[in-house]
Structure formats: C-alpha cells, structure tokens
C-alpha cells in the first residue's frame, strides 16, 4: 500500500493549539518554581479563551454558511472545527489535570488553593461569612431565568447558575442566575499560619445561597461561564464614523451567539439542559469541567504578595549603556543609531524620547502610531502635554485593536481634547506599523528622529514581551516615516519610499525578492543563508519562496514562536530547512529579518508577521537596520536562539514539535537568560569604565527664623 504524501502546509488552528501545548508543557516542567509554573497554566487558559471567541468563532460561521472550501492544509471548515473541538477538550481536561498536581504541591508549601469549605478550619469559615457579608453580599443580585424572557449574560464572565424548587406542587421548577460581577474578587484570600488560603468566590457564594432567596427551597447552586462569538468585524464602508461604529461593535459583541458554554460537572442534568436551551447551545458547545472555571484568573494568584521562594528570581531591566536618562536624547541619538532589546533593557529611553520631545522648546512636531497602550500610559501623557503645550501632535490610534477598542477610544478622546490631531486608522486597514516621529528645530536645519520598534508603545508588555527596538535620526529613513504619516494621515497613496517597506504595498514583495536573490545565489554555487524570526508564518506564497530556495540549496532558518503552516525537513522540498520555537519566561515577539547577499548581510525588523493578514489587511512597516553595531547584535540575537537547547523546540516533518536538549558534556544554552546576562554584563562594563568623583559633603547655611 502506498504511503500518503505529506501535504505542503499544516493547518493554522492545529499548529496554534500545538503552541499553546508547548506554553502548557512550560507548566509541566518540574525545575520550575511552582507559581512559574502557575503563571503558565493562567496563560494558556487566557490563550484558549481568545482562541475560542476569533478562531472557533470564525470557523462556526463557515459551518453555518456551509462553505465547503479546503484551506492549505486539505480540510474544509467542518473538519477542521471536529479537530479543533477534539484537540480543545483534551488541552482543557490537560489543564486541569496539571492543576491538580500543582494545587497538591503549592498546598505543600504554604499556598492553598481550595475548593471545598468542609476542609477549612471553623475560623477560616467564619472569616469567610464576614467577607461574604462585607464584601459580596451588597453586591450581589440575583436574576429569575423566565421562559421567554431574554437575560444577556456577560461573556467569560462567571455567573452561578440557582436551580429552586417548584413554588407549588404541580408547577415546574425554577432558575436564576447571580452574575459574579467585575467588582468581585475570583478568589478570596482566607488567612492560613504560615501561608494563605485562596476560595473561589463561587464556593463562597454557593455556602450563603439561601440568603438571596428567603422562602425557596434552593436545590442546586453551580458556576457556568459562557463564551462569546468575536469574530466581528465593523463594516467600514456601512460606518461614516469610526469612533461610532466601534462603539456599536462593542455593544454587539457583547450580545453575540454563544459558542461554548462551560459548567462544573456537578451541575445536574436538569440545570444544563435548562441553561443550553435558554443559551441556544448544543451539546458540542458544552463543556462539563472538572475544576474551578476561569484558569486565566490565576494570574491574580501567582502575584500574590509574599511566596516568593515559590517565584523565579527577579530580571530587572536593566539600563541601555547607550543612552544617558539624565542628559536629553537628541544629541546621543545624533552621534549614533541606538538598538534596545526588551525587556532584558529598560523600556525607559523609548518613554523618554517621546517625554524629552513634550518638554523639549526646539520640537516642533511629533507623529506617533499607538496600537496598545498601558492603562496610565506616560507616553500617553507625554502627548497629551506637547499638543497642550501649542507643538504639532499627530496620533494615529488603532481603534480596530481587538479587545483594546474600549481603551483606545478613551485614549484618543483624551488626546483630541488636549489638542492633538488624531487619525482613528486607516479605512479598510489596520494600523499595526510601530513608529514615534520627533521633528526639531537645530541650527544646520530640521531634523528628524525616530523610533521604529517591533513591540507596542506599552511599558507593561515591555517587561514581559521580548522586543527590539531601534533609534536613529538617518536622513532617508527620516524622510519615508514624514512620508508614511503624510499618507495614513491623509488620503493619498505612500511615495516610493526609499529605505522602509510597508504593507500592504511592499512588504511581500520585497521579502520574496530577497528569497528569490538568495535562491538565485545558491544555484550559482554561491553561499546562501536566510534567517527569519517571528510569531507566526501562514503565507503561502511566502511558504512557496522558501521551499525553492530550500531546494537549490539555501539554508534557511526559522524562528518562530506560534503558528507555523511550514512543513520542514521533508527530502526533496524543504530538507534545508529548520524550524525552533522557544518558550520561556518572556513572550518572544520580536520580529528580525537576515540575508547574507552575498556577504553584504541585509538586517531588518519589523512589525509584521508572515501572515497574509500582515501583509495584505494591515499598516506595516520593516526597517532596514543600516549601522555595523545594532546589524552585529541582531545577528548575534538570531543565531543564539538557534543555539538554545534548554527552551527551544523544532519542528518535526510530521507537525509533532521536540524540545531540544544539550547533549553528553555540551554547554547548556537557554537565549533569554543568555541575554540578560549580556545586559547585565554591558551594564558593568560601563559602571566600571564611569569616572569616579569625590563629592564632599557640604553643610546647608541655616536661615534664621522670622520671629
């Protein structure tokens, strides 16, 4: 019997599942300290949840469309929505297997996670009366579920679900729901000796049940959670105003169709069937769970205070020994471009830039693309005060940033109240380039620094997402950003730009010319090397690039994070290709680019993904990195993750990814902690090489006292 030829492509939703695996392994892992171990647990929970509402969501509308058409991989939305439902239910019975094990060895140490009141102590319980009475109980209501009558239940929200007795003999029960709202705790934090104990809030509400209903006989109380279709786009073209239609999209995501309706397994059947019938769920939606709902709010454990034996030891940012935080920026950004890596480096010099270019009498303007941003974002602030300060501020503030639309419709109104020009997008497009334009006034003319990066303006993220960004103050680089902003700002098409590439426009085209020189150099029999790294590569054409360079002998080598439709290592199409993924303590996001051209080695980062969504349905740019020192370190940063044998996986031919492991006596290599200790190591070198001042300690003239 013939063997059946591998497929070209994996398919996309497997390949996110089998990333989401791999953060779910980083759980698993037994060296690492338990509320690590936790955190990751919280991740793939939040991960599965935003899954679940965009990918599943998309692919139950296909079904209910009954399209039929096959995606790269071979399968029609029908198979592809089976295999997903299957691969979903295993990850969610693997989750809470892990959590288990976990709640049973932090237990061990001091940090409890329980679910039964009977196993508290007398005092813990009457504790817990007290909160409920102080805390929860005036918050509370309950809700009667009324045939009939519609009731909009907040998605990812967790409710109890009230099964009471029939008011009179003959007549049919009855149900109700009390929402656990956004001002109630998820776990509350009893006191414990030499520890703490943390309650989900719904143990404690089910335990004072009879409280919201005097009179009834109450014969069930469970938690159910329900998740939302959020595969909703706004419809631009039927929306004359953005800021509007936003709004609108948000209040009709909340009232979506239900796809996935969860219920602790205790609950009866009676109470499920009557919750999938009011929901219009059936039964491939529902999913009985074994455990507290809502993993991801253990996010909220794993920063409790104290534990912190329990905890990695801290990484620290620590300070670019390019840039000096006490002197302005320009004039160190005039002697030399600057390269960051985050978050092994502060994200501080970025927020200063655009804080300097605020204060600073010779800016005249700055321009600045903001996708997501922290919740008291100082660069925020920065621009608020230069537009209320008279200089030319232009934001361009993605409102179609999903699941942040609600933040950066109040960022921008604040920025448009202050006097700033905002641009709400592009029409048709998403804004995703990351970009901050500084125009100043100096005495041989204007000129112009810049800031491109690969990660958002968001000094939380910047300590948890591992990116690069990179300064510079280059005339052509400086004259294509002007260019750029003139466009989005505006109605017209970008000029040819010079340096920089942008989606939808050239970034593709640019990439598979580079691919196609490298083939072309290759079957020359010249040396050919291509390097990529990003979060995800579901292009085909992109895909079909590298499967010839792979057969005319190029090396390539992959680094990527998520979703990789690439089949590597298979004879006769991509035998030259390999492919890592690392996961670690940071989220890897940063995206880097390397050509060896024939050793005039082409370095570039960018904002984009290899996705079509990236290249075709966004604003993206890729930036040439055009200095010897920040070409040199990207370099360096590529090639060590393809070094990493600690946290590192690759892709094998059949989908199935292999953690990589040092072998016999060879140095164990993980990138990141490789990283922060060069950044620690560059940090001393300048401490050390610092001139040492003597400063005496002078006494303050007294002043006298008016009597």
């Given at each position: 019997?013939k063997?059946?030829?591998?497929?070209?492509?994996?398919?996309?939703?497997?390949?996110?599942?089998?990333?989401?695996?791999?953060?779910?392994?980083?759980?698993?892992?037994?060296?690492?300290?338990?509320?690590?171990?936790?955190?990751?647990l919280?991740?793939?929970?939040?991960?599965?949840?935003?899954?679940?509402?965009?990918?599943?969501?998309?692919l139950?509308?296909?079904?209910?469309?009954?399209?039929?058409?096959?995606?790269?991989s071979?399968?029609?939305?029908?198979?592809?929505?089976?295999?997903?439902?299957r691969?979903?239910?295993?990850?969610?019975?693997?989750?809470?297997?892990?959590?288990?094990?976990?709640?049973?060895?932090?237990?061990?140490?001091?940090?409890?996670?329980?679910?039964?009141?009977?196993?508290?102590?007398?005092?813990?319980?009457?504790?817990?009366?007290?909160?409920?009475?102080?805390?929860?109980?005036?918050?509370?209501?309950?809700?009667?579920?009324?045939?009939?009558?519609?009731?909009?239940?907040?998605?990812?929200?967790?409710?109890?679900?009230?099964?009471?007795?029939a008011?009179?003999?003959?007549?049919?029960?009855r149900?109700?729901?009390?929402?656990?709202?956004?001002?109630?705790?998820?776990?509350?934090?009893?006191p414990?000796?030499?520890?703490?104990?943390f309650?989900?809030?719904?143990?404690v509400?089910?335990?004072?049940?009879?409280?919201?209903?005097e009179?009834?006989?109450?014969l069930?109380?469970?938690?159910?959670?329900?998740?939302?279709?959020?595969?909703?786009?706004?419809?631009?073209?039927?929306?004359?105003?953005?800021?509007?239609?936003?709004?609108?999209?948000?209040?009709?995501?909340?009232?979506?169709?239900?796809?996935?309706l969860?219920?602790?397994?205790s609950?009866?059947?009676?109470?499920?069937?009557?919750?999938?019938?009011?929901?219009?769920v059936?039964?491939?939606?529902?999913?009985?769970?074994?455990?507290?709902?809502?993993?991801?709010?253990?996010?909220?454990?794993?920063q409790?205070?104290?534990?912190d034996?329990l905890?990695?030891?801290?990484?620290?940012?620590v300070?670019?020994?390019e840039?000096?935080l006490?002197?302005?920026?320009?004039?160190?950004?005039?002697?030399?471009?600057?390269?960051?890596?985050?978050?092994?480096?502060?994200?501080?010099?970025?927020?200063?830039?655009?804080?300097?270019?605020?204060?600073?009498?010779?800016?005249?303007?700055?321009?600045?693309?903001?996708y997501?941003?922290?919740p008291?974002?100082?660069?925020?602030?920065?621009?608020?005060?230069?537009?209320?300060?008279?200089?030319?501020?232009?934001?361009?503030?993605e409102l179609?940033?999903?699941?942040?639309?609600a933040?950066?419709?109040?960022?921008a109104?604040?920025?448009?109240?202050?006097?700033a020009?905002?641009?709400?997008?592009?029409?048709?497009?998403?804004?995703?380039?990351?970009?901050?334009?500084?125009?100043?006034?100096?005495?041989?003319?204007?000129?112009?620094?810049?800031h491109?990066?690969?990660?958002?303006?968001?000094?939380?993220?910047?300590?948890?997402?591992?990116?690069?960004?990179?300064?510079?103050c280059?005339?052509?680089?400086?004259?294509?950003?002007?260019?750029?902003?003139?466009?989005?700002?505006?109605?017209?098409?970008?000029?040819?730009?010079?340096?920089?590439?942008?989606?939808?426009?050239?970034?593709?085209?640019?990439?598979?010319?580079?691919?196609?020189n490298?083939?072309?150099?290759?079957?020359?029999?010249?040396?050919?090397?291509?390097?990529?790294?990003m979060?995800?590569?579901?292009?085909?054409s992109?895909?079909?690039?590298?499967?010839?360079a792979?057969?005319?002998?190029v090396?390539?080598?992959?680094?990527?994070?998520?979703?990789?439709?690439?089949?590597?290592?298979?004879?006769?199409?991509?035998?030259?290709?390999?492919?890592?993924?690392?996961?670690?303590?940071?989220?890897?996001?940063?995206?880097?680019?390397y050509?060896?051209?024939?050793?005039n080695?082409?370095?570039?980062?960018?904002?984009?993904?290899?996705?079509?969504?990236?290249?075709?349905?966004?604003v993206?740019?890729?930036?040439?990195?055009?200095?010897?020192?920040?070409?040199?370190?990207?370099?360096?940063?590529?090639?060590?993750?393809?070094?990493?044998n600690?946290?590192?996986?690759?892709?094998m031919?059949?989908?199935?990814?292999?953690?990589?492991?040092?072998?016999?006596k060879?140095?164990?290599?993980?990138?990141?902690?490789?990283l922060?200790?060069?950044?620690?190591?560059?940090?001393?070198?300048?401490?050390?090489?610092?001139?040492?001042?003597?400063?005496?300690?002078?006494?303050?003239?007294?002043?006298?006292?008016q009597?």
């Open positions: 019997m063997k059946k030829p591998l497929l070209r492509f994996f398919n996309r939703e497997l390949s996110w599942l089998a990333f989401n695996q791999r953060v779910l392994d980083e759980g698993l892992d037994a060296s690492l300290p338990l509320l690590e171990r936790l955190k990751f919280a991740i793939t929970a939040s991960n599965l949840d935003e899954f679940y509402m965009v990918r599943v969501g998309g139950k509308l296909m079904v209910a469309e009954h399209l039929r058409q096959r995606d790269p071979g399968l029609t939305p029908l198979q592809q929505l089976g295999l997903v439902t691969r979903v239910r295993q990850m969610v019975a693997d989750q809470h297997k892990l959590l288990r094990t976990l709640t049973a060895e932090l237990s061990a140490a001091g940090f409890g996670i329980q679910g039964r009141l009977d196993a508290l102590t007398p005092e813990q319980r009457a504790w817990l009366a007290r909160e409920f009475d102080e805390r929860l109980f005036p918050l509370l209501s309950p809700v009667a579920l009324v045939e009939g009558r519609e009731y909009a239940f907040c998605g990812l929200r967790v409710h109890c679900a009230v099964r009471l007795a008011a009179k003999k003959g007549e049919p029960e149900f109700a729901v009390i929402p656990l709202g956004p001002k109630i705790p998820r776990f509350l934090r009893a414990a000796p030499g520890g703490a104990v309650v989900p809030v719904e143990q509400v089910s335990s004072q049940i009879g409280r919201f209903f009179g009834c006989t109450v069930e109380c469970v938690p159910f959670r329900i998740t939302r279709n959020a595969d909703i786009e706004l419809r631009e073209d039927a929306s004359p105003d953005l800021l509007v239609g936003m709004q609108e999209l948000l209040d009709e995501r909340r009232e979506t169709a239900c796809i996935r969860e219920v602790h397994r609950a009866s059947r009676a109470c499920t069937g009557f919750l999938a019938a009011h929901l219009g059936d039964r491939s939606d529902f999913y009985p769970v074994d455990g507290p709902l809502d993993l991801s709010a253990l996010h909220g454990l794993v409790a205070e104290g534990f034996s905890r990695d030891e801290p990484w620290d940012p300070p670019s020994p840039v000096d006490k002197e302005s920026i320009f004039p160190q950004l005039a002697e030399h471009d600057i390269l960051l890596v985050h978050p092994y480096e502060s994200f501080d010099p970025v927020v200063k830039l655009v804080k300097d270019a605020a204060d600073d009498p010779d800016v005249l303007a700055i321009k600045q693309v903001l997501r941003t922290a008291n974002s100082q660069i925020v602030e920065a621009l608020i005060r230069a537009a209320q300060a008279g200089k030319h501020v232009t934001v361009l503030v179609k940033a999903r699941f942040d639309e933040r950066n419709i109040d960022q109104r604040r920025l448009e109240k202050a006097g020009q905002v641009v709400y997008g592009v029409r048709g497009l998403k804004t995703h380039a990351k970009i901050c334009l500084v125009v100043r006034r100096e005495n041989q003319g204007i000129a112009r620094y810049m491109f990066g690969t990660g958002n303006y968001n000094e939380r993220t910047a300590t948890l997402y591992s990116d690069v960004g990179y300064f510079t280059q005339e052509e680089l400086g004259a294509d950003a002007s260019d750029l902003f003139n466009a989005v700002a505006g109605y017209s098409q970008p000029h040819a730009l010079r340096r920089l590439d942008m989606a939808p426009f050239t970034i593709r085209t640019s990439l598979l010319r580079m691919i196609a490298e083939t072309a150099r290759a079957k020359n029999r010249q040396k050919a090397l291509i390097m990529l790294k979060n995800a590569l579901t292009d085909q992109l895909i079909q690039a590298l499967y010839a792979s057969r005319a002998g090396k390539v080598r992959l680094n990527i994070r998520g979703i990789c439709c690439l089949r590597p290592s298979v004879p006769g199409l991509s035998e030259n290709i390999s492919v890592v993924s690392i996961v670690d303590r940071f989220l890897e996001h940063a995206r880097i680019f050509f060896l051209d024939g050793g080695e082409r370095v570039f980062i960018s904002s984009a993904d290899g996705m079509p969504r990236n290249l075709d349905k966004r993206e740019l890729m930036v040439p990195v055009l200095s010897d020192s920040p070409k040199r370190r990207l370099q360096k940063i590529l090639k060590l993750y393809f070094k990493d600690v946290k590192a996986h690759m892709l031919p059949d989908g199935a990814y292999l953690r990589c492991r040092s072998e016999g060879s140095a164990r290599i993980r990138s990141q902690r490789e922060y200790a060069e950044a620690l190591a560059a940090e001393h070198r300048i401490e050390r090489a610092r001139p040492t001042f003597l400063e005496p300690h002078q006494r303050r003239a007294q002043t006298r006292k009597t």
